[in-house]
């Protein structure tokens, strides 16, 4: 065996993935393997270049891969020749009945479960009294995209906000797209008054975004991200985020891809999201300002 594993992530200048790496690395050498990293860039035909290069002749025992979308050729061909793989962040699409996706089919899936953290996200922003929220979502081709956005939507629909004041805008994982996000909700005729941005990069963008726009955070509108940072709670003002338990899921995708390498039977993890209230979160704009129950009741303040 050659002792060495591949770790393939979408975008290695996400601070979530910077910091999953060197949390995989540490796990991976505690248990005598080495980890080549690659950095896929959010590209399908890198990820793939990546795959068939790591899976050539056996160079690594076992790939945990971050997908850059639902199905690749790669991916096809790393199932087609029984690859031991891992899938992190986001699943992919296996329908069929062929060897490749009966083998991904069995490939066990590491990560975070945003459920009841988007809902403490949703129950906050109620409270304070906003009944406009914008989400920038990630891509909704991906199952990741359209979860985020669903699970918040549903949790605001659930307290009485109006599914048509809640306006999404697809990102693209970028710091740029949550910047030109923000343009595009600020533009409506009653733009939201609080934030949603399901990804750290797609954050500091919208961040960016406001402040281009002359906004302040809170005092002008809300902003919650997804996924925190080392710097996140230094921002003026704090980060408020849905932080995904980073060590938790390493040490996960260390014991899947380990476990696939000895030929035991593999499990997926899907550990909780925690809630991280900061202070960039307040009432809405004097004029703005709602008080709403859990069931929903409005009342003017």
Not at 26 to 34: E, H, P, S, T, V
């Amino acid at each position: 065996m050659a002792r060495t594993i591949g770790l393939v992530v979408s975008d290695v200048a996400n601070p979530f993935f910077a910091e999953l790496a060197g949390e995989f690395q540490r796990r991976a050498a505690g248990a005598g393997y080495a980890t080549i990293l690659c950095n896929s860039d959010e590209d399908a035909g890198r990820q793939d270049d990546y795959l068939a290069t790591l899976l050539a002749g056996r160079q690594v025992d076992g790939v945990v891969l971050v997908p850059t979308a639902a199905m690749t050729p790669g991916i096809l061909a790393a199932g087609e020749a029984g690859a031991r793989l891992v899938l992190f962040d986001r699943p992919i699409d296996c329908r069929g009945t062929n060897r490749a996706a009966t083998h991904l089919a069995t490939s066990p899936v590491v990560r975070s479960d945003a459920t009841a953290a988007l809902d403490e996200v949703a129950e906050l922003l109620v409270r304070l009294g906003h009944r406009r929220i914008g989400i920038i979502a990630p891509p909704l081709q991906t199952q990741v995209g359209r979860e985020r956005r669903d699970l918040l939507r549903d949790a605001l629909i659930a307290r009485g906000i109006d599914r048509r004041a809640i306006a999404v805008v697809e990102g693209d994982f970028r710091q740029d797209s949550g910047a030109r996000a923000v343009e595009s909700l600020l533009s409506r005729r009653q733009p939201p008054t609080a934030l949603f941005a399901a990804d750290g990069l797609m954050a500091v963008g919208a961040l960016q975004g406001l402040r281009s726009a002359a906004l302040r955070v809170p005092h002008d509108i809300s902003l919650v991200g997804f996924d925190d940072a080392p710097w996140f709670d230094v921002f003026d003002p704090p980060l408020t985020v849905v932080a995904q338990p980073v060590a938790t899921l390493a040490r996960a995708a260390v014991t899947a891809v380990l476990d696939l390498i000895a030929g035991r039977k593999a499990s997926g993890a899907r550990p909780a999201c925690r809630f991280v209230r900061r202070m960039s979160c307040g009432v809405p704009p004097s004029g703005e300002a709602r008080t709403t129950s859990r069931a929903g009741t409005v009342v003017r303040s």
